[in-house]
């Protein structure tokens, strides 16, 4: 079975550019979550959606991060414009939902963000 | 304000021996706690759970434990092994659908 698929792997911008992130979650996933890493934060919950509807985005540093879900197999994560501080590893999640919330979430690969 | 703390950054242990890797939290309402192992290029997988019903959860070499007085655990691999190289977050659930994650500890373990 596919795990979560993130495309592009890696990303080399320059600072002012338009960025998209691309995921598709494990099929019958009701949840998908955006994550950053850094050194300084670690792992940090960008946003979830459930059932493609936004949850909770209390986690997107900025209005220049906006992220949609357009069907349950497609997310996107868009920064616009980029800056050199959104330098990260972005990794999108999916879980099923279990009784007691979501289960254990399945990362993907994640995708390597450069802006120079 | 880290809600999930992970204070070592590193850590390096001889294979065989025994690794500890500590994680503090803050919000006595979290009831559900995670670690996760992350390789180099890789997204994170899932490695243990322990609900805050239980002081204790193993699966094989790999023990969590949990102490909610102190607000702390502490993830215990024994015995170490090299493939075990890797960093591992820590993650806790308050009790809705998202999951605060640490830090990390970058993990090596020395043949």
């Known amino acids: 079975d596919a795990g979560v698929i993130q495309s592009p792997r890696h990303e080399v911008t320059e600072m002012g550019q338009e960025v998209t992130l691309r995921c598709k979650p494990i099929s019958g996933h009701d949840y998908l979550f955006w994550y950053r890493q850094t050194m300084m934060r670690g792992l940090e919950l960008l946003i979830y959606f459930n059932n493609n509807v936004p949850i909770d985005d209390s986690g997107m540093p900025e209005d220049r991060f906006s992220a949609k879900m357009p069907n349950a197999s497609f997310s996107t994560l868009k920064i616009q414009p980029s800056e050199p501080r959104d330098s990260a590893v972005y990794f999108c999640?999916?879980?099923?939902?279990?009784?007691?919330?979501?289960?254990?979430?399945?990362f993907g690969p994640g995708t390597r963000l450069t802006v120079l | 304000d880290q809600q999930v703390k992970q204070n070592s950054p590193s850590l390096s242990v001889q294979e065989g021996r025994i690794s500890i890797l500590n994680c503090d939290y803050t919000n006595s309402m979290f009831d559900y706690f995670l670690w996760y192992k992350k390789y180099p290029a890789e997204g994170p997988t899932f490695l243990i759970s322990?609900?805050?019903?239980?002081d204790k959860n193993e699966d094989g070499r790999f023990t969590v434990f949990l102490n909610k007085s102190a607000k702390h655990l502490s993830l215990h691999i024994v015995p170490s092994q090299p493939g075990d190289s890797a960093v591992y977050f820590c993650a806790a659930n308050p009790g809705t659908y998202k999951y605060i994650f640490g830090t990390g500890t970058r993990l090596k373990v020395l043949a």
């Open positions: 999640a999916s879980s099923p939902k279990t009784a007691r919330g979501p289960d254990t979430q399945y």
């Open positions: 322990i609900s805050s019903i239980k």
